[in-house]
């Protein structure tokens, strides 16, 4: 069996973050939308792969390419939240997460206090506000998981124990912690292409 073969017999949680993130929904498509909507195609051809997405992250995808869709589409990407009151989580995962929130909330102070000493130092509102919120953007939310559907993909992938298909850098980061297998979407939808 061939690894294409063998890849496109597995199960995978799927994140918005590969339609929405023009890096990736490119090699599909022109839009999030053309992208979303030729992965359906492909994966209808797919009798043996599974995929599955958390309602939460379908609801986000939705969001960026419109609610008219094919009316087969939920039987393609099986929507399936996670067992929240039913997974079990490493007691080590749960103080490293807590312990980079609080590093996470220190950076957030200081970038502040740094743009609080550059307002009175020089005025302009303006781009001191929009430096504030890059960088304040960087210290709190970059490398890790920073809202419930990013969390919902992690904990879904490991309850059906299923590889992630994502390019948002938190979720890969905390899914390699807890040993989730990732699939890099690029090379994912370059294989996709591929198919007849």
Not at 1 to 10: F, Q
Not at 14 to 37: Q, V
Not at 110 to 137: F, G, H, N
């Amino acid at each position: 069996m061939s690894i294409t073969e063998k890849i496109l017999r597995e199960r995978f949680v799927i994140d918005t973050s590969i339609f929405t993130n023009p890096e990736t929904y490119s090699i599909l498509g022109d839009t999030p939308r053309e992208a979303f909507l030729r992965f359906l195609d492909h994966a209808r051809k797919l009798k043996e792969a599974e995929f599955f997405m958390p309602p939460s992250v379908y609801n986000e995808l939705l969001h960026f390419i419109g609610e008219d869709l094919p009316p087969d589409t939920e039987l393609i990407v099986k929507l399936r939240p996670p067992r929240k009151y039913d997974i079990r989580v490493s007691g080590a995962f749960l103080y490293e997460l807590i312990d980079e929130i609080r590093e996470r909330i220190n950076k957030g102070l200081r970038v502040a206090e740094t743009a609080v000493r550059e307002i009175t130092e020089k005025p302009d509102e303006e781009s001191i506000i929009s430096k504030l919120r890059e960088k304040y953007r960087q210290a709190l939310r970059e490398g890790i998981i920073d809202s419930k559907e990013d969390l919902e993909i992690v904990l879904l992938a490991m309850e059906l124990d299923t590889a992630i298909i994502t390019i948002d850098y938190g979720v890969r980061r905390w899914s390699e912690k807890l040993g989730i297998r990732l699939i890099n979407p690029r090379s994912f939808f370059l294989l996709l292409n591929t198919l007849k």
